[in-house]
Every structure is written in C-alpha cells, then in structure tokens.
C-alpha cells in the first residue's frame, strides 16, 4: 500500500519478441511522422517516408520469423498477462499481413505521386492500421481484439477518404466511417455481455467458466455470440453485412482498395477464428448454424451481386463477398482442417485480391477514374501481358484446377465434407456459386479479348511502375507456384493450426 | 421480477428522479424569468468569433483545436492513476510514461508543422 492508500499494482510481464511485429511497425509510423515534422520538402520527405516503411516491414518480418522458430522448439506463449498469444496461427496471419502491407505500399509508392497525394502520411496510416492488424491476430483477450479493431479502422476510415478531392473518396470514407464506428460499438456491447455472461474477457477464462459452469439462462452469452459476429462479419464483409462493401472498394484509393480485401480480411478473420475456437470451442453447437446462415447469405449474395455490377471494381468488390463466404465454410465447419483450409484461403485471396486490384488500377487510369467494363475493352490488343495476367488471377479466383484459386476452394470444402452433416450441403452452395461467380471473372476475361469497336471510346491507361509490376508479377507467380506444388503453403498451414493455441 | 432486474430497480428511480430534477429547474426558470426576445441571443456562441450559418454553425477549424485538445486531456486520465503508483511501479513506469508522452508531443509537433496551429 502506498500513502494514499491504493493498492499497488504488479506490472505483468512483458515477452518483447512476442509484440515486436505489432511494436516495429508502429514505431516506423511514428518515425514517419518525425521525419515529416522535419523534413519538409515532399521531393525528400517521400522517398525517406518510403525507406522507412520498408525498414519497419522487414523488421517487422525478421520479427515473426523469429517468432516462428521459437514456437517451433518451445511451443506457443501468452505474454502481457495473457492478453497476446504468439503462436503458429498468429504468425501466420502476421506474415500474411505483412506480405499484402509489403504490396500495397509498392503499389501506392508512385500512385500517390500520380494523385498528387501526400506520401508519408499515407504510408503512416498504412503500417499503424497494419500494426493493429498484427495485434488482432494475436489478441488473446476480448478487450485487446477491440482496441486491435480500433487501430485497424481508424486509420482506415481516413485513407478511404485520402483523396479527399474526389468525392467518391469522400463519400466512400464517410460511408465506411459511420457504419464501422457502428460495428465496432455492436461489438462491443457484443464483448460486454459476453463478460457479463462468463465474467472474463480473456478467451482462455471464458473457455475455462464455460467448461465448469452449466449456465442455466443462455440468453446473455448467445446475445454477446450474436453481437460479436456482428461486428466482425463487418469487418470481413460477409453477408448481410456486407452493404458498404462495393461502394467503399469502389471508391477508395485502389492500392487501399487492394490492402482492406487482403490484409483487413485476414486480420478480421484471424480475430473471428480465434474467439470462436479459443473462447467458444466448447460451444460449437451455438455458432456454427450462425455461421452456416453467413455462408450461404455470403455466397448468394457475392456471386449474385457481382453478376449485375458493369464496373470491375464493384465486380471484385461482390467477388471479395463470395469469397468470405468460402472462408466462412472452412470456419464453419468447427475443426482443426477447418481453420488450417481457411488460413489457406486467406493467404492465397490475399495475393489474388492485391494483384487483381494492382491491374484494376493500372486500367484505370489517372484519378481512379474509370474502372467501367468498357474500358476493359480490347484490352488484349493494347497491353497484351497485362490482359493475360489478369486472366490468370480472375481465372484462379473462380478456382481453375492447377491455381492457386483451386487449392483454397478444395481445401474448404474436404473441411466442410469432413464434417459432415449440413456442411455437405453449405459445400454444394459454394460449389454453385462457384459457378455464378465463374460467369463474372470469364465475362471480364472475354470482354478484355474482344476487339474494341469503332464507337468505343480507347482511354489512355496509365503505364506499369516499377513498384505494381513488382506486385503484379509476384502474384501470378504465387498463383501458378502454389496451384502447381502447394505443398508448402498447405504445410505451414497445418503446421500453424497445430501450434494454434486453445 | 427476478433479483436481476431488482438490481437494476435503482437505475430506474435515478432516471426518473433526474428527469424530475431537471424538469423542476427548468420549468420553475421558465415561470420566474423575464421573457425580452432580442436576434442576438439566439445566435449560436463561438468564442466571439461571428458564426457561420447553416448547417453545422459552428466552424470546422474548431474540430482540429478540439481534437489536440482531446489528445491531452485523455493523457491526463493515464497520468493520474500512474502519478499515485508510480513509487511502487518503479523505473520502468517512468520510462514508459516519457515514450507515452514523447509520442503524443510528436502528435503536436506534427500539427504544428503542419501550420495547424495557425488562425487565418
């Protein structure tokens, strides 16, 4: 007791290899803002900014690496009272993070000049948001998944909105700000019943009260269940929360377009996975109806939705739906392959969204103008290689045999068969949709083939930078690499799922 | 009515007593006061600045000042529980709060760099 008379409090301990991915990041984000405190000048701030970010990313790798082989030889770990938990599962979500932050940065690093945006606080904004994606992935306890939420979306709302001379930016920034800030506050009431339900926030406690208390009035826990699928179904843009999805893809930035469908989804996902398995895996039998429910909405209304979309943009936006939709059938299915097919998924949509986009908004051109599907007319003639490796990535999403496309949709769906029951039955819906939403990415892939007409009007594309055709060749080639041996990816996934800690 | 909701039968009463309260002072303000409507007094008050009509009557140059300000004031919920503990909590605590306050004061330098601060 000290002489106030307050308790005194026992720090908990800190394990700094455990939050040296989250924490290097963050501090190259303040070391961006400290260098454009003192550089003014944008022709040196810029390439510093970009220099800096890529020292903060490759630590911030070198960090998880590290982790990695820790978990390897000692297992998995908690540190921070409890509150992170650094094992296979979260670093492999860290590394999927990192990779897509890694690719969006290339993308943006001559769009902004194009935009005349303003480059170092862009990328600040980038590596905290991807900073909190890392801590959601590893948050062990309900209340650091919501601070985790917090970093992630706030930067967020604000680089949707980065081009603020757009309108469509504006609009998209706003539109995403209100309905997310509404999110998060449904779960948090989510996160509070829950509490008041098990009288814990750590998912470990929460496992723990349920496994030795019969509850006799469920309505509380079921209602905080609810309220967190809620929140996080927003986040992974699944269905029916799925409402500002094509509007905000459509009118962000397309290299921030490129990083919320890759990098927000995993991490959002990870945090989902990880409250339903850790907190709630003796419960199963509550949340995987839910779940099925999400599935089937997911992936009628993304590949419906995208059948009706004249724009590549929105069209990739309802495909990111369709695609949580199969994430969520690998979740759903409530075991070990469950989760190692949809951590699979995950890394795979992840290279295949931010090399669809990185195209996208090459075709686009200058101010994101246009990303209408006449543009895309003709488009063989005119850029040859790039038409044909967009083929190749919407050819993978719709899950062609000897892609990557194909080794995360099987995957999901020998969980689903492996659990049986009405999974059978989810799988066979994804399977038909698979089907719908084909029609989609081979309606993009003819249109770019067919010759451009007299009338058309041929818009000036702007040319392939250095940094988007980094992106755009590394995913074709993961895409064709891993669809052809995916031994390795399918390996570290299991291995991943094996260290997840429960 | 469970004991549950019996907990919860004083939250009710705090509500309805301070509905009333509020009530009371208002209603007895309307009855006693004098009533000399002027144009002036219906213009919204903006630290003598003269306001600006529409929508939102208020300035958004404001918001920016609002949110500094903000930045601080929440430091200061941190520094107070940290303040009385910090004997107990040792060395470390001290170097953590510096790191916490150095990044906030970057927050404000960078704003100020930025000609934030500036009123024109």
Not at chain 1, 199 to 217: P, R
Not at chain 1, 399 to 414: H, N, Q, R, Y
Request: aromatic share 10%; net charge positive.
């Amino acid at each position: 007791m000290n002489p106030l008379g307050v308790a005194s409090i026992v720090t908990p301990g800190v394990d700094w290899l455990g939050v040296a991915p989250v924490a290097l990041l963050a501090l190259a984000a303040i070391g961006i803002v400290l260098q454009r405190s003192i550089l003014r000048r944008a022709s040196v701030a810029y390439p510093s900014a970009l220099i800096v970010a890529a020292v903060g990313i490759i630590l911030s790798a070198v960090a998880l690496i590290a982790q990695w082989h820790r978990v390897q030889t000692d297992g998995s770990y908690t540190t921070l009272s409890k509150m992170v938990a650094v094992d296979g599962f979260s670093i492999f979500i860290g590394g999927v993070v990192l990779v897509a932050t890694a690719c969006s940065v290339l993308l943006a690093s001559r769009y902004l000049d194009r935009e005349r945006l303003d480059g170092p606080e862009y990328l600040a904004l980038m590596l905290l948001s991807a900073s909190g994606m890392l801590a959601m992935a590893s948050a062990n306890d309900l209340i650091a998944v919501f601070v985790a939420l917090e970093i992630v979306s706030i930067p967020l709302y604000v680089l949707v909105a980065y081009d603020r001379r757009r309108s469509t930016s504006l609009e998209a920034g706003m539109k995403y700000f209100l309905l997310g800030a509404f999110a998060s506050a449904v779960f948090l009431y989510g996160v509070a019943l829950t509490y008041g339900a098990t009288g814990s926030t750590g998912l470990v406690g929460i496992a723990n009260y349920l496994s030795e208390v019969t509850l006799l009035e469920r309505g509380t826990l079921l209602a905080g269940l609810v309220l967190m699928l809620v929140g996080l179904g927003f986040k992974v843009a699944a269905a029916p929360f799925h409402m500002w999805t094509p509007d905000v893809y459509q009118g962000a930035p397309t290299p921030v377009t490129a990083f919320m469908a890759s990098a927000t989804k995993a991490a959002a996902f990870a945090a989902l996975i990880r409250i339903l398995y850790t907190a709630l895996g003796g419960s199963s039998s509550d949340w995987r109806p839910l779940l099925w429910v999400l599935a089937v909405l997911s992936l009628l209304v993304g590949s419906i939705g995208a059948v009706i979309q004249t724009d590549v943009k929105r069209m990739l936006a309802y495909s990111s739906i369709n695609h949580a939709g199969f994430i969520l059938i690998g979740v759903q299915a409530g075991t070990i392959k469950g989760v190692s097919s949809a951590l699979t998924y995950l890394a795979i949509y992840a290279f295949l969204a931010v090399g669809s986009f990185a195209i996208v908004g090459v075709v686009a051109g200058r101010g994101d103008a246009d990303s209408d599907l006449e543009r895309f007319k003709g488009l063989s003639s005119r850029r040859t290689g790039l038409s044909w490796a967009f083929t190749l990535l919407l050819l993978a999403q719709a899950g062609v045999p000897l892609t990557a496309g194909f080794i995360a949709k099987f995957g999901v769906f020998s969980a689903a068969a492996g659990a049986g029951g009405t999974s059978y039955v989810l799988a066979l819906i994804g399977m038909l949709t698979a089907a719908i939403a084909a029609f989609v990415y081979l309606r993009i892939a003819a249109t770019m083939f067919t010759p451009a007409g007299e009338g058309d009007q041929v818009l000036a594309s702007s040319k392939v930078d250095l940094g988007t055709g980094i992106v755009i060749w590394f995913s074709c080639a993961l895409t064709i690499v891993i669809g052809v041996a995916p031994g390795f990816l399918l390996g570290l996934a299991e291995r991943a799922t094996l260290l997840f800690l429960r | 009515m469970t004991q549950f909701y019996r907990n919860y039968l004083a939250v009710a009463v705090f509500a309805v007593a301070a509905l009333g309260m509020v009530g009371a002072m208002l209603g007895v303000g309307r009855l006693v006061r004098p009533n000399r409507p002027q144009p002036e007094k219906y213009i919204a008050y903006e630290a003598g600045s003269d306001p600006i009509r529409g929508f939102g009557q208020s300035n958004v140059r404001y918001y920016v000042y609002a949110l500094l300000f903000v930045m601080f004031d929440v430091e200061a919920v941190f520094i107070f529980p940290w303040a009385i503990n910090l004997e107990a909590l040792g060395v470390s605590a001290l170097i953590s709060m510096i790191v916490f306050i150095l990044v906030l004061t970057l927050g404000l330098v960078y704003a100020w760099r930025k000609g934030v601060l500036r009123w024109a």
